[in-house]
């Protein structure tokens, strides 16, 4: 049972982008989220987390104030609102729980910003 990441695209630097990761089940609510990536050649990096309620969050500091994870427990998703793109944060996109995965990672959504 995977996790579903979408929004991903090409985008020019200073751009936009809104990715959401859909997670099966019912426990998806019970769990800490973090968005995560993977440049080609690194290892997968921590992006940011938010609590199980929503209540707190933490970003890696080369996207604070950038970047902003929000979550619906109701429609089991999280998002990742990245504004103000750089080319250096050209990867693949990952969700799963914190501090450990619970889910299958999924596939990933692209994201490219251009010079």
């Known amino acids: 049972v995977q996790l579903v990441e979408s929004g991903g695209g090409l985008v020019q630097a200073g751009g936009s982008l809104r990715l959401s990761c859909a997670a099966p089940?019912?426990?998806?609510?019970?769990?800490?989220m973090g968005w995560f990536r993977q440049a080609p050649g690194k290892e997968r990096e921590f992006v940011a987390s938010?609590?199980?309620?929503?209540?707190?969050?933490y970003y890696e500091d080369s996207v604070k104030g950038r970047f902003t994870i929000s979550r619906d427990n109701a429609k089991n998703t999280v998002y990742l609102q990245m504004n103000s793109l750089k080319p250096e944060d050209t990867a693949v996109y990952y969700c799963n729980s914190r501090p450990r995965a619970v889910w299958s990672w999924g596939q990933g959504t692209q994201v490219t910003v251009s010079s």
């Open positions: 089940g019912r426990i998806f609510s019970s769990y800490a």
């Open positions: 938010i609590a199980w309620n929503g209540g707190s969050t």
